[in-house]
């Protein structure tokens, strides 16, 4: 009897991670570098370590809460599709035929 193994289970499966889907992710872990510099930059300003928290942990959980709805709310490409459709124009207008005369012939 042969063995059969199942390898490359999630190829096509967007990466995840505590519920936080793929793009999201990158967003997350870009905040959160920002926050860490900002707390460094308190910290050698020589603010109180204590206020740096203070400003520093609530900035950290709203930036995930805000995150995680983001993903929850959009999925996986839903936010980049809306950005997408935000740039397009409502309608094209031209003064001119010239460009369709161009091409007629």
Request: proline fraction near 2%; charge should be positive; charged fraction near 15%.
């Amino acid at each position: 009897m042969a063995t059969v193994y199942d390898i490359n289970k999630g190829v096509n499966r967007s990466l995840e991670f505590r519920g936080i889907k793929a793009q999201y992710i990158i967003y997350l872990a870009a905040g959160l570098v920002l926050l860490l510099l900002l707390f460094a930059i308190l910290y050698i300003i020589g603010c109180n370590i204590y206020l740096s928290l203070g400003i520093i942990l609530p900035a950290g959980a709203g930036l995930y809460m805000m995150v995680s709805h983001l993903s929850h709310r959009y999925g996986e490409h839903g936010l980049l599709k809306k950005i997408a459709k935000q740039k397009l124009p409502t309608c094209v207008r031209s003064k001119t035929s010239k460009l369709f005369f161009l091409f007629g012939k």
